[in-house]
Each structure stands twice: as C-alpha cells, then as structure tokens.
C-alpha cells in the first residue's frame, strides 16, 4: 500500500547542500555532489512508492556556469553516469522523464543521452520524473513570452485577450500538473530563480538538512507539512 501524499500530486525539490555535506566530513566536493546523485536515485524511488504523481528536481541551473570548470566537468561526468545507470530502472518502473530548460545547451552527447532516456520513456505512465537542467525560471518566462509575441505576430492571439493560461501553456510545465509542495534542502531561504511562474500557490517547505541526507523520512516530513495547511489560493 502506497504512503499518503497528503494531496501532493506535484513536487520541486532545490536539492541544496552537497558542498556544505562535504565540507563538514573533510571530503572533496565532487564527492558530496556524487553522494547527491544517491539521494537522488533514493528519492526517486521513494516517489513512486509514495504516489507522487510528478517530481520535479533542480538539478543545473542557467547559472551554474558561473561554478569553476572542474565543477562543471564533474557534475556533467555524474549526469552522464546517472542517465546510464538508472534508464533501465526507469523503463522497469514505468518512471516516465522529462526534462526543463534548455539541455539542448549541454554538450552533444549528453544531449543525445537526455534524447534517447526522453524516448525510451515516454510511453511510460507511473510517474513522471522532470529534470531541470541548464534552467532559470526568468529565462522560461522571456522563452514564454517570445512564444507568445510569435502567436500574436501570426494573428492567431490577440494581445487584450492574453491571459493567464496563454502564459502557463508556453511554458516548459504546461503538460504537468500545478505544482503544489516546493522543498528547499540546505537551511537557504529562497528559490534561486526556479518555477517562480509554478510556485505562485504551491506551498514552500524549507529544512536545514543537506540534500545527501534527505531521505524516505524527510519527504515524509514535508509531505505531513504539506497535509497540515490549508491552501487558500488568494481566498480567505
């Protein structure tokens, strides 16, 4: 019997923390982010076993160019071996993936890598794991935007009538669920430019544990938090 999801059908995690893990146990920092990718693997199937309709994790940022080269080296060396590693459990467990932003950016065989997951799954219906890659919120908005003037330019919209939902349809979420649990991991109060268009009615969970120690109990956790509130939606 699956856990309860409290009513959580869609949830973010920004998995924070793995320099901060490493640090504190005197390890290397590509060791903390490999230990991320296992709590990754944890949480993904922890998912499924809860009822999680969609996950949607925070895995590269559009700024996290800014990090140092080997950095950068290790943590495309790590999604390389995780999309490997993991396709097979993914087809196995009927995990269907999906990737945000624009991973076209990413070197070409780790595009064609995201591409062949991205196929081989898609027929897949148990869950659905959205991977955020070379993502900013900002930049799915102006890519929203542009889609839009395109629309408007064409004569197919016309531009008193734009709306809400033009916007939400142009984005790269339009085909999930509304999202409604954002988890923070690492103690960091703030969303770092991501889902910010998503995240204007979910609720925020925020915990002080780093992302390699968060487990089946803290998702757990959260999702009880979740169930506690009442959601309001701009009502009283």
Do not use: C
């Amino acid at each position: 019997m699956k856990d309860s999801t409290f009513g959580a059908r869609h949830v973010a995690i920004i998995m924070d923390g793995n320099g901060r893990w490493a640090k504190k146990k005197h390890l290397p920092r590509a060791l903390g982010h490999k230990k991320g990718v296992e709590a990754v693997r944890n949480i993904v199937r922890v998912a499924g076993e809860t009822g999680i309709e969609v996950l949607t994790l925070y895995a590269f940022s559009s700024e996290n160019w800014n990090r140092p080269r080997d950095e950068i080296s290790d943590l495309m060396g790590l999604l390389r071996q995780y999309i490997q590693s993991d396709i097979e459990e993914f087809v196995e467990n009927g995990i269907k993936l999906k990737v945000i932003g624009n991973y076209k950016g990413l070197e070409p065989d780790i595009v064609r890598l995201i591409e062949g997951a991205l196929d081989r799954t898609a027929g897949n219906d148990r869950m659905t794991l959205a991977i955020a890659l070379n993502y900013g919120a900002q930049d799915e908005i102006i890519r929203a935007v542009q889609t839009i003037a395109g629309a408007v330019q064409q004569g197919d919209v016309e531009p008193d009538k734009i709306n809400a939902g033009h916007i939400a349809d142009a984005l790269d979420t339009a085909d999930l669920p509304p999202l409604d649990l954002l988890i923070r991991t690492s103690g960091e109060l703030r969303l770092s430019n991501f889902l910010l268009w998503q995240a204007a009615y979910s609720e925020l969970y925020f915990t002080d544990v780093l992302w390699p120690d968060f487990d089946k109990r803290e998702l757990q956790k959260a999702l009880r938090s979740f169930g506690d509130r009442q959601r309001r939606f701009g009502g009283r």
